[in-house]
T-cell receptor
Framework: DAKTTQPTSMDCAEGRAANLPCNHS???????VYWYRQIHSQGPQYIIH???NNETNEMASLIITEDRKSSTLILPHATLRDTAVYYC?????????????FGSGTRLLVRP | DTGVSQDPRHKITKRGQNVTFRCDPI?????LYWYRQTLGQGPEFLTY????????KSRLLSDRFSAERPKGSFSTLEIQRTEQGDSAMYLC?????????????????FGNGTRLTVT
């Protein structure tokens, strides 16, 4: 089972920041938080991941709370092309296959 | 880096027929994964290869399903005697060992899947 809780859906206005929350209260100290998104009819696209520190790349920023029980994915200037399902995933440290277990994600709608 | 390639993109078949899908991972990625995704759900793990060895199979992978990765490069997923419940998107992903050997720090990269419709 997925170890994360995300809102089912969110929306934001084009050009504004989109802040997608994720709760992972049972995360272990050596487990990474991964974010993927999936645009209709495409495979999941890797966005970003982190362990403890905040991370930023060309797509997004990942803010992880100090206790690591929650995180927020930030898309700084959302565009219509960011409309997608966003998955927050905790990669289980004890799993030697290193697979990712997906939940249902957050459906983000970016409004014009 | 040309990404993970899957073929075909779409497959329509009649119930009872056999189908085979192919996945070409990113070059030199030693780990390969198959997932299945039905409408409105997140992807579900099916099976995992490290090089040519199939190391894990989900209980979702019934006896009618078989996956191979004969030379540790491309992989095939075959479904025998297809049923309507097999209709889904079949996704392939690959990953490599991360620098320093911490594979939890290495993302999976997904292809765009094969959409199977069983009529």
């Amino acid at each position: 089972d997925a170890k994360t809780t995300q809102p089912t859906s969110m929306d934001c206005a084009e050009g504004r920041a989109a802040n997608l929350p994720c709760n992972h209260s049972t995360i272990s100290g050596n487990e990474y938080v991964y974010w993927y998104r999936q645009i209709h009819s495409q495979g999941p696209q890797y966005i970003i991941h982190g362990l403890k520190n905040n991370e930023t790349n060309e797509m997004a920023s990942l803010i992880i709370t100090e206790d690591r029980k929650s995180s927020t994915l930030i898309l700084p200037h959302a565009t219509l092309r960011d409309t997608a399902v966003y998955y927050c995933i905790v990669r289980v440290a004890a799993d030697s296959s290193y697979k990712l277990i997906f939940g249902s994600g957050t459906r983000l709608l970016v409004r014009p | 880096d040309t990404g993970v390639s899957q073929d075909p993109r779409h497959k329509i078949t009649k119930r009872g027929q056999n189908v085979t899908f192919r996945c070409d991972p990113i070059s030199e990625h030693n780990r390969l994964y198959w997932y299945r995704q039905t409408l409105g759900q997140g992807p579900e793990f099916l099976t995992y290869f490290q090089n040519e060895a199939q190391l894990e199979k989900s209980r979702l992978l019934s006896d009618r399903f078989s996956a191979e990765r004969p030379k540790g490069s491309f992989s095939t997923l075959e479904i025998q005697r297809t049923e309507q419940g097999d209709s889904a998107m079949y996704l392939c992903a690959s990953s490599s060992r991360a620098p320093g050997g911490n594979s939890y720090n290495s993302p999976l990269h997904f292809g765009n899947g094969t959409r199977l419709t069983v009529t």
